[in-house]
């Protein structure tokens, strides 16, 4: 066997344990923390509820739709917690108003505007990261650059919202009819 190609093979058998290792926390991050933005959350994770921000004042005004994996909506409504691993997605869209049959003035979302996404770790994998605190990762992806994490730090960038719901795993879990017991 060539050195070269002796020395790629011991490298790739060597990476393997750490991708395995990376893959079984969560496909969405990397081995830094690194969190990305899932893709196909309408398609693949479940609907946990949908709830509105009608302020027009508020940064968070749109309609908030939140996704998980379903073997993570089905662990928190077993134990009450989101499993290590679970993923998040709260996609919020901007609002649309307007006349229909239904009524007058109908509300809908529209267009994506931002995606926050909250990654479980209840190992503490990366407390060194500002990202990651109080047993989650935490990323904010804007419409104009959804590939790139705009979240600073949780200190600067989450803690303030997610604090009061420190008791329900540091998500509201108001209006997520899929999170109840059925």
């Given at each position: ?37 899932p893709t196909e959350v309408r398609d693949r ?138």
């Amino acid at each position: 066997m060539k050195p070269a190609f002796s020395r790629a093979l011991l490298a790739s058998a060597l990476a393997l344990p750490l991708l395995a290792m990376a893959g079984d926390f969560s496909p969405y991050v990397n081995g830094q923390g690194h969190i990305s933005r899932p893709t196909e959350v309408r398609d693949r994770f479940v609907h946990l509820g949908s709830w509105a921000v009608l302020d027009e004042k508020s940064p968070a005004r749109g309609l908030h739709d939140v996704y998980t994996e379903k073997t993570s909506a089905e662990h928190y409504r077993k134990t009450g917690q989101f499993p290590d691993g679970a993923t998040l997605v709260k996609e919020i869209r901007k609002l649309e108003t307007g006349a229909m049959t239904t009524g007058d003035p109908v509300v809908w979302g529209s267009d994506a505007a931002v995606w926050f996404v909250m990654v479980k770790d209840a190992k503490g994998r990366f407390s060194g990261n500002p990202l990651w605190a109080d047993g989650w990762g935490w990323a904010l992806f804007k419409a104009d650059a959804p590939a790139t994490n705009a979240a600073v730090s949780y200190e600067a960038d989450c803690k303030g919202c997610h604090v009061p719901a420190a008791k329900t795993d540091r998500v509201f879990i108001q209006g997520y009819p899929t999170l109840t017991a059925r």
